[in-house]
């Protein structure tokens, strides 16, 4: 396992999906409705929920593996596996703003 896990990845993936939330909701409600108002009321809920399970959930995912006697991974090996593998969201969150 490498011994330098950078957490510059995990960092901007999250910060990646909480931007394309905020853009495809807007886009969203344009589709729909083309006299909507940007809504950015969002944001601070979502910048707590991604960042909540882009770094909080895998620190304890680690601890609770360290637990149960793997020794093998480091915390911040983990953390980064973890943000590295929530890059499957951003396309899924673009097309969910997809009109049908």
Known sequence: MDKKPDLYGPFWVCTTIIFTITASSNFSKLFYNTSAAYNFTYVPDAIALVYTFGFVLP????????????????VLSVVCIYGYSNVVLIPVILACCLPF
């Open 59 to 74: 620190i304890a995912m680690a601890y609770l593996m360290k637990f149960f006697g793997s020794e093998h991974i480091s």
